[in-house]
Every structure is written in structure tokens, then in C-alpha cells.
């Protein structure tokens, strides 16, 4: 005996030592993920894109790969003509630039501006008189070498130049925008800058609130926070590492992701281990074993459960973008995190007082009760005899409302929107975006272009000008857009030469969009070796990927939890009607969600990710809560029968799974504080859809239809054949 205590003793001693030294390297990871982050939406496509091929491609014809800055400067009137000395204020101030320091560049030396440079910056008059442009490129092997990470040192560009600006022109009359690509890719790194304080800040709030009305105690619930943010921990220590070594590609949207599903998932099932822990800790004197009795019996449902997510979220891996595949490993490592410190940290913390563990569950600490009577559940008591008594009223009403909120489903948006769309906020690049194209043609500043045989260079241009939203194309002789020159020879690569064509509309614009999408119909039917590439073409070929994945990915993921659950409950019928009232549930979250999107939030649209997401989310989330409740229910069908076995079960799990939902819908609507289009439709449809599938699917439709059908939803199994 004494041996196995000391066994015993050093095995938990391991396990602190080792959670604690988890907690200090990952939260030191937690920090650094936004380091590792890539947000270029062309780092996320496929190589046998068309607009990839094009990029690799354009390489041969231009020195590297170059991003847009353009610095819009206007009179403090937008519309008004420039005053007196603009242009030469403008050619003072653009002298000081390549000398600007770049913002946390490293230690020694600090970097410049002008390091990353391509060229020297020249102000450029619009013809209206109205406006100055200052066109920069930055040199992105040039900025990977600075910090090994092209989005800081774009960002540190940016602020750097705002920062003078503001210097320069102050007390001139003149106002400025730094806009371009490279604006655009600053702004979305600064919102996803929320991620590591304000979003966790709010989700572990919002957490902690709904965890102390559940408990009633003052010590469960920093219990339950503090597993969640050791698991977190566990999560982005593993993910940095990949990330830094190029084994998976994060991006903000899966770096926030991640941090919802850590803390929704390590709370769902600390919740339900606490659940169940208390009703053993009224069986039996000693929490050693009612904590021993607990942890068996949530192995099951909470193993079934984190291997269901972990199902979904991996057939990501079929996705053509890398933005969505690489969010299924950074997700399942996520949940594995979550599950390893749901049944190995927290029940240390709750066995930590010893004899005097019930302390913890103060002001209400269980006592030893070893009559059932005496353990009722009230309200859920209640539901679940209210639910038994008029089962095929429920269940059928329940499905009609779910049906008709279904019905706006197909009004769901989801083609794509314009890259001004994706922030919330005021945002710098959005507003001198707008500013450009009133005094500048908006396809001049990131023209499409055309990679083509030199002889079919002509069948090309004549083509590309008869496309309605296209200015002009011509080719590509070695000049800039806005240097003025004209003419020269063109460049000839391999017999390859370079078309540029310029659109009426920007190619941040689903207008812009729509013209490439014409274009390359119109040119292929002339030259069908003919690459289409630029901006709006990669816009293009990630909104036609995503689509594409909608298709493949959706029917994988129900096939593989339809199997899951078939495996778990020894039936087919129950795995089949609980995976219908899944997707009926999601169907009804979608088809609210396009009626307040399109109708009182007027959104533009939505990503084609948002709803696969929201389907992998919703679905296999969904099932979590199915199996915490039948689970249970399959457990005391076998003592009671299916009928009783609904109403014991209900009564048990229906304010555990009720709470699990809750935390988990608070979780995610956390993601809503990022002022990111994306993230704010997904934090809607997934806490809306996790109340819907929890509050109406759970505990009225499933035990509603279960109870109803009696043995008979266990088919094939012996249950089924008992009567």
C-alpha cells in the first residue's frame, strides 16, 4: 500500500510539474501567435489557381514580389481643388520617407522604409486637380529578410508613414490616407491585434458569469476558468511551433477561432464532470471515488464527443484553400488541449482539499444521500414530464417552427464581398480607398494582367477591350501605371508577354470581381493558355474554392458523425434522426441569420467560409449535446426502459447541457468584438444556432421523438427487439 501511495504520490507530482510548465512556455506561445500569423489571402490558394500560376509567372517580368502602398493626399475639403504649394509640401515631405524607422524592426540598427522600397516615391497630380497620389512598392523578400514576417514589417511601413504624415501636413490644410494593398493587410492585422486580450477578456467574462449563477459558488467557477487557460496554453504551444516551422499556415480568423473552441470546449466538459462528480459525491463518502466514478462514467460521451469535433473539424483538410485546411488541425489540437486538461487537471484542482474537497462546491455542498428520491432536479423534472406526456405535440411543433425559420435559408448570402466590406470600423485604407477612386481610376492603381504567347497578344487586347467594365489593356513594356510614359518595347519572356488591363472598377470590389471573371472568359476563347492574374483574380479563384468546398466538405462531414454516432449508440435509427435534427437546427440558424443579415443588419454579404464553418461548428457541436444526452438516456434505458429512460435522462443532463450551451454561445458570440465582417457573422450563426440546437433540439425535439418512438429508436439493436 505505502509503495503505491508513493506511485501515486510522484505521478501527480509529474502531473503539476508538467501543467505548470505547460502554462509558463504556452502562454509565452499564447503571445507570440500573432508573430506567425499569415493574412494574405494569396498565401491561401491553391497552386493550380489560375491567378497562382499568374504569379509565378509575373516574377519573370518584375524584380520580386512588390505590394502596393499609395498615400492619397487631398485639400481638408475632399472635394475641393488643392491649395497653393501642395504639390511642392508633398515632394518636401516624401524626401524624409526612405529614412523613417520601422516600429519594432529588431534591436541594433532599426530598419527603414526605404529598406523595403522598390523605388524611389514620386507624387503623382490627377487630372482633376483635386488630389495627389504617391505610389510606394515594397519589396516582400526584402521585408522577410527584416523580420522573417512581411505582415509586420508591412504594418510597421504604414505606421510609419501615417505617423509622418500627420507630422508633415499638420497646420497645412492638407488631409491623408495610406491606403493600397499594403493598408488594407496593416488594418487587418492591427483588428486581429484584439485576439490575444480583448476577445479571450470577453469570452473568459462572459464565461466566469454564467459559471457563477450555474455554481452558486465561489471557488468552481475560477476552477473551471483556470483548467480552460491551461488547456488554451497546451493549444497555442503546440500550434506556434507548427506555424513556425511552415507545417500549417494560422491566420487570424483560426488563431480567434481557436481561443472560442478552447475555453467552449474545456468548460462543456468540466461542466460535465463537475455535474457528475456532485451527484456521486451524494452517493458516497469519499471524493476520490465519487471523482473515480464520475471520470469513468463522462469518459464515454466526452471521448465521443471530442473525437466527433475532432472528425469535423479535420475533414477541413479537403478544403483547395489553405486558410480553411490548415483550420482543422489548429481546431482538433485545440479540443485534444481541452480534453487533456478536462481529465487530468481539473479533477487534481477538485481533489485538492483532500477529505474536504465538498468545500469547494460551497455554499451548497453536497451530502451524502443515498436515496434517489431525495436527489430531483426540479425544473428539468418537470420539462421532462411535461415533454413525456404530449411527446408527438412536441416534437412536431418544434419541427414546424424549425422548418419555417429554414425556409430563408436559400436568401443566405454568401458569393463573396468587396475587401472594404471586411471591417466593421473606420479604417484608414477603407476610407482613402474611397477618396482614390473619386479622383484616380480605381483599376489603374492593381490592373489585372494577362500572361500570354506574344502572337496572341493582339487577339488578346482586342478581346479584353470588349469586356463591359474594362478601360483599357495594352502591354506591359517595364513602365509603372502612373509614370506617365508611354510606349517602348514590350517585355518578352519565353515568348510570354504581359497584358495589363485596367478595369472602370477597383479590384477590391466585387465589381472588379465580376469584370476579371468576364475577362477570362473572353480572353480564353482567344488564347486558352492565356493565365489571368492580379488581385481580383485571386479574389476570384478563393471565392470559387470556397464555393467548391461547400460541396465537398459538407456531405464528408455528415457521413462521418452519421458513423460516429452509429458506432456510439449501437443504432442506426437514433444516429439517423439525431443527425436530421441537426441539420434541420443549423438550417434554422442560417435562415435566421440571413433574415437579420440581409434585412436589419444590412450586411453586403458573407464569405463563402461562413457558412462552412458555421456548418462544422453547428454540427459537430451540435452532436456533442446529443451525445451527452443520449448517452445517458441509453444508460437508463437499459435499467428502466427508453420511455423512462427519456424522462431520467432529460431530468439529469438538462441543466449541464443547457449551461454547456450557454457558455458555448457566449464563447463565440465573444468573436463578435473583433470589428471583422467574418467573424461577426460566424460569432451570430454559431451562438444563435448553439441556443436553438440546445434549448429547442435538445430538450424538447430529441427526448420529445425519442420518447415517442419508444425501444423502437435503437434499431437494429437488442434494445429495440426487448418488447
Given at each position: 500500500?505505502?509503495?503505491?501511495?508513493?506511485?501515486?504520490?510522484?505521478?501527480?507530482?509529474?502531473?503539476?510539474?508538467?501543467?505548470?510548465a505547460?502554462?509558463?512556455?504556452?502562454?509565452?506561445?499564447?503571445?507570440?501567435?500573432?508573430?506567425?500569423?499569415?493574412?494574405?489571402?494569396?498565401?491561401?490558394?491553391?497552386?493550380?489557381?489560375?491567378?497562382?500560376?499568374?504569379?509565378?509567372?509575373a516574377?519573370?517580368?518584375?524584380?520580386g514580389?512588390?505590394?502596393?502602398?499609395?498615400?492619397?493626399i487631398?485639400?481638408?475639403?475632399?472635394?475641393?481643388?488643392?491649395?497653393?504649394?501642395?504639390?511642392?509640401?508633398?515632394?518636401?515631405?516624401?524626401?524624409g520617407?526612405?529614412?523613417?524607422?520601422l516600429?519594432?524592426?529588431?534591436a541594433?540598427?532599426?530598419?527603414?522604409?526605404?529598406?523595403?522600397?522598390?523605388?524611389?516615391?514620386?507624387?503623382?497630380p490627377?487630372?482633376d486637380?483635386?488630389?495627389?497620389?504617391?505610389?510606394?512598392s515594397?519589396?516582400a523578400?526584402?521585408?522577410?529578410?527584416?523580420?522573417?514576417?512581411?505582415?509586420?514589417?508591412?504594418?510597421a511601413?504604414v505606421?510609419?508613414?501615417?505617423?509622418?504624415?500627420?507630422?508633415?501636413l499638420?497646420?497645412?490644410?492638407?488631409?491623408?490616407?495610406?491606403?493600397?494593398?499594403a493598408?488594407?493587410?496593416?488594418?487587418?492585422?492591427?483588428a486581429?491585434?484584439?485576439?490575444?486580450?480583448?476577445?479571450?477578456?470577453?469570452?473568459?467574462?462572459?464565461?466566469?458569469?454564467?459559471?457563477?449563477?450555474?455554481?452558486?459558488?465561489?471557488?468552481?467557477?475560477?476552477?473551471?476558468?483556470?483548467?480552460?487557460?491551461?488547456?488554451?496554453?497546451?493549444?497555442?504551444?503546440?500550434v506556434?511551433h507548427?506555424?513556425?516551422?511552415?507545417?500549417?499556415t494560422?491566420?487570424?480568423?483560426?488563431?480567434?477561432?481557436?481561443?472560442?473552441?478552447v475555453?467552449?470546449?474545456?468548460?462543456?466538459?468540466?461542466?460535465?464532470?463537475v455535474?457528475?462528480?456532485?451527484?456521486?459525491?451524494?452517493l458516497?463518502e469519499s471524493?476520490g471515488?465519487?471523482?473515480?466514478?464520475?471520470?469513468?462514467?463522462?469518459?464515454?460521451?466526452i471521448?465521443?464527443?471530442?473525437?466527433?469535433?475532432?472528425?469535423?473539424l479535420?475533414?477541413?483538410l479537403?478544403?483547395?484553400l489553405?486558410?480553411?485546411?490548415?483550420?482543422?488541425p489548429?481546431?482538433?489540437?485545440?479540443?485534444?488541449?481541452?480534453?487533456?486538461?478536462?481529465?487530468?487537471?481539473?479533477?487534481?484542482m477538485?481533489?485538492m482539499?483532500?477529505?474536504?474537497?465538498?468545500?469547494?462546491?460551497w455554499?451548497?455542498?453536497?451530502?451524502?444521500?443515498?436515496?434517489?428520491?431525495?436527489?430531483?432536479?426540479?425544473?428539468?423534472?418537470?420539462?421532462a414530464?411535461r415533454?413525456?406526456?404530449r411527446?408527438?405535440?412536441?416534437?412536431?411543433?418544434?419541427?414546424?417552427?424549425?422548418?419555417?425559420?429554414?425556409?430563408?435559408?436559400?436568401?443566405?448570402?454568401?458569393?463573396?464581398?468587396?475587401?472594404s466590406?471586411?471591417?466593421?470600423?473606420?479604417?484608414?485604407?477603407?476610407?482613402?480607398?474611397k477618396?482614390?477612386?473619386e479622383?484616380?481610376?480605381?483599376?489603374?492603381?492593381?490592373?489585372?494582367?494577362?500572361?500570354?504567347?506574344?502572337?496572341?497578344?493582339?487577339?488578346?487586347?482586342?478581346?479584353?477591350?470588349d469586356?463591359d467594365?474594362?478601360?483599357?489593356?495594352?502591354v506591359?513594356?517595364?513602365?509603372?501605371?502612373?509614370?506617365?510614359?508611354?510606349?517602348?518595347e514590350?517585355?518578352?519572356?519565353?515568348?510570354?508577354?504581359?497584358?495589363?488591363?485596367?478595369?472602370?472598377?477597383?479590384?477590391?470590389?466585387?465589381?472588379?470581381?465580376a469584370?476579371?471573371e468576364r475577362?477570362?472568359?473572353?480572353?480564353?476563347?482567344v488564347?486558352?493558355?492565356?493565365?489571368?492574374g492580379?488581385?481580383?483574380?485571386?479574389t476570384?479563384d478563393?471565392q470559387?474554392a470556397?464555393?467548391?468546398?461547400?460541396?465537398?466538405?459538407?456531405?464528408?462531414?455528415?457521413?462521418?458523425?452519421?458513423?460516429?454516432?452509429?458506432l456510439?449508440?449501437?443504432?442506426?435509427?437514433?444516429?439517423?434522426?439525431?443527425?436530421l435534427?441537426?441539420?434541420?437546427?443549423?438550417?434554422a440558424a442560417?435562415?435566421?441569420?440571413?433574415?437579420?443579415?440581409?434585412?436589419?443588419?444590412d450586411?453586403?454579404?458573407?464569405?463563402?467560409?461562413?457558412?462552412?464553418?458555421?456548418f462544422?461548428?453547428?454540427?459537430?457541436?451540435?452532436?456533442d449535446?446529443?451525445?451527452?444526452?443520449?448517452?445517458?438516456?441509453?444508460?437508463?434505458?437499459?435499467?428502466?426502459?427508453?420511455?423512462e429512460?427519456?424522462?431520467?435522462?432529460?431530468?439529469?443532463?438538462?441543466?449541464?447541457?443547457?449551461?454547456a450551451?450557454?457558455?458555448?454561445?457566449?464563447t463565440?458570440?465573444?468573436?463578435?468584438?473583433?470589428?471583422?465582417?467574418?467573424?461577426?457573422?460566424?460569432?451570430f450563426?454559431?451562438?444563435?444556432?448553439?441556443?436553438?440546437d440546445?434549448?429547442?433540439?435538445?430538450?424538447?425535439?430529441?427526448?420529445?421523438?425519442?420518447?415517442?418512438?419508444?425501444?423502437?429508436?435503437?434499431?437494429?439493436?437488442?434494445?429495440?427487439?426487448?418488447?
Amino acid at each position: 500500500m505505502l509503495r503505491n501511495g508513493v506511485v501515486r504520490g510522484l505521478a501527480i507530482l509529474v502531473l503539476v510539474a508538467g501543467w505548470l510548465a505547460v502554462g509558463a512556455f504556452g502562454g509565452m506561445s499564447q503571445g507570440r501567435l500573432s508573430q506567425v500569423q499569415t493574412n494574405d489571402s494569396a498565401a491561401f490558394l491553391p497552386s493550380s489557381a489560375e491567378s497562382t500560376r499568374a504569379a509565378q509567372e509575373a516574377e519573370a517580368f518584375t524584380e520580386g514580389q512588390a505590394l502596393p502602398v499609395l498615400v492619397v493626399i487631398t485639400a481638408d475639403d475632399a472635394d475641393a481643388a488643392l491649395p497653393a504649394g501642395a504639390m511642392a509640401t508633398a515632394s518636401a515631405a516624401i524626401e524624409g520617407w526612405p529614412a523613417l524607422a520601422l516600429p519594432g524592426a529588431g534591436a541594433g540598427d532599426p530598419a527603414t522604409v526605404g529598406d523595403v522600397l522598390t523605388a524611389d516615391p514620386v507624387v503623382v497630380p490627377s487630372e482633376d486637380g483635386e488630389a495627389l497620389l504617391v505610389p510606394l512598392s515594397l519589396d516582400a523578400e526584402q521585408a522577410d529578410a527584416i523580420l522573417a514576417n512581411d505582415e509586420r514589417v508591412t504594418g510597421a511601413v504604414v505606421e510609419a508613414l501615417r505617423d509622418a504624415l500627420a507630422e508633415d501636413l499638420d497646420g497645412t490644410s492638407l488631409q491623408s490616407w495610406v491606403t493600397g494593398p499594403a493598408g488594407f493587410v496593416a488594418d487587418l492585422v492591427t483588428a486581429f491585434g484584439g485576439i490575444d486580450g480583448v476577445l479571450l477578456l470577453v469570452a473568459l467574462g462572459a464565461v466566469l458569469v454564467i459559471l457563477v449563477l450555474v455554481y452558486r459558488s465561489p471557488f468552481l467557477p475560477f476552477l473551471v476558468i483556470l483548467n480552460a487557460v491551461f488547456a488554451l496554453c497546451a493549444a497555442a504551444l503546440v500550434v506556434y511551433h507548427l506555424a513556425d516551422a511552415g507545417v500549417l499556415t494560422l491566420n487570424g480568423q483560426a488563431q480567434g477561432i481557436l481561443s472560442i473552441l478552447v475555453v467552449g470546449a474545456s468548460v462543456d466538459y468540466a461542466l460535465l464532470i463537475v455535474a457528475r462528480y456532485r451527484e456521486e459525491l451524494r452517493l458516497v463518502e469519499s471524493p476520490g471515488a465519487a471523482m473515480r466514478t464520475a471520470l469513468r462514467a463522462s469518459l464515454e460521451p466526452i471521448s465521443a464527443s471530442a473525437g466527433t469535433v475532432i472528425a469535423g473539424l479535420l475533414c477541413l483538410l479537403l478544403s483547395d484553400l489553405a486558410s480553411n485546411r490548415s483550420l482543422g488541425p489548429v481546431g482538433a489540437i485545440g479540443i485534444v488541449a481541452a480534453y487533456l486538461a478536462s481529465f487530468s487537471l481539473l479533477p487534481l484542482m477538485l481533489l485538492m482539499l483532500g477529505k474536504r474537497s465538498r468545500g469547494l462546491f460551497w455554499p451548497r455542498r453536497p451530502v451524502v444521500d443515498t436515496d434517489p428520491a431525495h436527489t430531483g432536479h426540479g425544473v428539468w423534472e418537470k420539462l421532462a414530464s411535461r415533454v413525456g406526456r404530449r411527446d408527438r405535440r412536441v416534437w412536431i411543433g418544434t419541427t414546424v417552427v424549425l422548418l419555417v425559420a429554414a425556409a430563408f435559408l436559400p436568401t443566405f448570402q454568401a458569393q463573396g464581398t468587396s475587401q472594404s466590406d471586411v471591417f466593421r470600423t473606420q479604417v484608414d485604407s477603407v476610407d482613402g480607398e474611397k477618396v482614390l477612386a473619386e479622383h484616380f481610376p480605381a483599376g489603374v492603381v492593381q490592373p489585372s494582367t494577362v500572361f500570354v504567347d506574344q502572337g496572341e497578344s493582339d487577339a488578346v487586347i482586342a478581346a479584353a477591350e470588349d469586356v463591359d467594365g474594362v478601360l483599357s489593356a495594352a502591354v506591359y513594356t517595364g513602365s509603372s501605371s502612373f509614370s506617365g510614359q508611354a510606349g517602348g518595347e514590350a517585355v518578352v519572356v519565353d515568348g510570354r508577354v504581359r497584358v495589363d488591363v485596367t478595369t472602370e472598377a477597383g479590384a477590391d470590389t466585387t465589381a472588379g470581381v465580376a469584370a476579371v471573371e468576364r475577362l477570362r472568359t473572353a480572353v480564353h476563347e482567344v488564347a486558352p493558355d492565356a493565365l489571368v492574374g492580379g488581385a481580383a483574380a485571386e479574389t476570384l479563384d478563393a471565392q470559387d474554392a470556397g464555393t467548391r468546398d461547400l460541396r465537398v466538405i459538407v456531405p464528408v462531414v455528415l457521413v462521418v458523425i452519421l458513423l460516429i454516432l452509429m458506432l456510439l449508440l449501437r443504432s442506426v435509427l437514433a444516429a439517423v434522426l439525431l443527425m436530421l435534427a441537426n441539420v434541420l437546427s443549423f438550417a434554422a440558424a442560417l435562415g435566421v441569420s440571413a433574415i437579420v443579415f440581409n434585412h436589419v443588419l444590412d450586411y453586403p454579404g458573407a464569405d463563402p467560409a461562413v457558412p462552412l464553418y458555421a456548418f462544422t461548428f453547428l454540427i459537430a457541436l451540435g452532436v456533442d449535446y446529443s451525445i451527452f444526452l443520449m448517452t445517458r438516456v441509453r444508460e437508463e434505458s437499459l435499467r428502466v426502459g427508453t420511455r423512462e429512460g427519456v424522462r431520467r435522462g432529460l431530468a439529469v443532463t438538462g441543466g449541464v447541457i443547457t449551461s454547456a450551451g450557454v457558455v458555448l454561445a457566449m464563447t463565440f458570440a465573444a468573436l463578435g468584438v473583433i470589428p471583422l465582417l467574418f467573424l461577426a457573422q460566424l460569432a451570430f450563426i454559431v451562438a444563435f444556432g448553439v441556443l436553438v440546437d440546445t434549448l429547442v433540439v435538445r430538450n424538447l425535439l430529441v427526448p420529445a421523438l425519442v420518447h415517442d418512438l419508444g425501444d423502437r429508436v435503437w434499431w437494429p439493436s437488442k434494445i429495440a427487439r426487448r418488447s
